[in-house]
């Protein structure tokens, strides 16, 4: 059973969300604990690529995540893991296609395996990430959408 379970509607094609949450260049703009993301590997994302993603978390620790993309099925689902020295996981990503495919039901399911001081503080933990997701995932939705406003009133599109 998952340790984090969050989703919310995205009135964006499931594409247009897949495309954006899985560039790594964009996880500071919704995932706000994110510093920066760097792909390691060459070609196209997909199973097997890796990712250096700094990032801190709870405002305390800083940390660096080598992350191996372990499952890859656009727009579906992306499923990321990581072996981190405090706080290793696996997060699925599904995107639900809804409304005829005009908006997306973007879905986060994360096991997590925090170690060291990280593990001490799981409660703590916990607590925090929940309140994140929701307003990393809020951010998202907001920027997405905020996207389809601005192309439409620029007439991009139509």
Known sequence: MPDIEYALTINRRPEDVFA????????????KSVIQTDKLTSGELGVGSELLQRCRVMGIFNLNNHIQVAEYFPPHTIRYETQSNLLPYSALYRFEPLEDGRATRFHIEATLTPK???????PLLMWTLAGDLKRYFLALKLHLEAEVERDEAAGVGS
Do not use: E, R, Y
């Open 116 to 122: 060291g001081a990280l593990k001490q503080m799981l």
């Open 20 to 31: 954006f949450v899985t560039d790594p260049a964009n996880d500071h703009l919704w995932w």
